[in-house]
């Protein structure tokens, strides 16, 4: 459907596929989307009429991202993330001609091509020159002692935060904080590092932890596990404790891989202070005053 389009729509020039759907021996099911760039003419008259999203199904929903210019070499460009009722998804970038030609012609592929690409329609040869992708674009590299011991310090910075909002029964900003600011950006790196240590820094992880649960070990999966939790204040207090035991365990061995040590006296006092306030008396809530008639 994309090649029979592209080839009569004289503006689209090229047209590659990239991501899961190609790389080979990927995991590919019917939920899978199709992530495509379009190297047109001009990106303006797919952005001003939108109608041609209408081509591939029924329109469930659509995600535009501003145009906006590349960070690389300051050209537009801009791109969709299309639902249809079908059960297709595609993300669209829409790359100019001029910024693809500057693309191809740098020292080292885009990133998002060496994670794997194919051509699916070039007119005017403009793949020609392109070097095949590497597959190895988003494969995390070892860490450094100074990444490794600011992921433990970031991680242990937010633990405070996260208890004195449960204390306060602010489940908001301690939820966020959980995740946002101590699940993803750390403890998901932590046992992301765990993983390429035992296959050899080889395996790209999916976005925001995609694939974690298939390479962790199921016992250790199962203490992942027990760092989520509903709403109640309780069981997030377990959930925060849980975290930071699991990222003290992990850490752990991602050091002595390496030879770096762990802050044991860091962890130590901070767990001392969360475990303080958690002890904490809460104050009784005030009744609202009634209004006077």
Avoid at 71 to 79: A, E, K, L
Avoid at 204 to 214: A, E, Q, R, T
Wanted: glycine fraction near 4%.
């Amino acid at each position: 459907m994309l090649i029979d389009w592209g080839s009569a729509h004289s503006l689209v020039r090229a047209i590659l596929l990239t991501s899961t759907r190609a790389i080979p021996n990927a995991p590919v099911d019917i939920l899978s989307d199709y992530d495509v760039i379009l190297v047109v003419q001009d990106i303006q008259p797919f952005v001003l009429d939108r109608t041609w999203l209408n081509d591939f199904g029924e329109i469930l929903v659509v995600y535009w991202d501003p145009i906006h210019s590349n960070t690389t070499f300051g050209i537009d460009q801009c791109g969709n993330v299309t639902q249809y009722a079908s059960g297709l998804k595609i993300d669209f970038t829409l790359w100019p001609v001029e910024l693809f030609q500057q693309i191809v012609a740098a020292p080292v592929l885009d990133a998002e091509l060496d994670a794997g690409y194919r051509v699916l329609l070039d007119k005017d040869r403009l793949t020609d020159a392109m070097p095949a992708p590497t597959y190895t674009a988003y494969t995390p590299k070892p860490p450094s002692s100074e990444a490794y011991l600011s992921i433990i310090n970031d991680f242990l910075s937010s633990a405070p935060y996260v208890a004195k909002c449960l204390w306060r029964d602010d489940l908001f900003p301690a939820r966020w904080c959980l995740e946002a600011d101590m699940r993803h950006p750390f403890l998901r790196q932590m046992l992301e590092w765990r993983i390429q240590i035992e296959h050899g820094w080889s395996i790209p992880i999916g976005n925001l932890g995609k694939g974690l649960k298939k390479h962790l070990a199921p016992e250790l999966w199962a203490e992942v596990e027990q760092t989520f939790t509903g709403a109640d204040i309780a069981d997030n207090w377990a959930a925060l404790i849980n975290m930071m035991a699991l990222f003290r365990r992990v850490a752990r061995e991602v050091g002595d891989h390496f030879g770096y040590v762990y802050p044991e006296e860091l962890h130590q006092r901070v767990c001392a202070y969360v475990q303080e306030i958690q002890r904490l008396e809460r104050p009784q809530a005030k009744p609202l005053r009634q209004q006077q008639p």
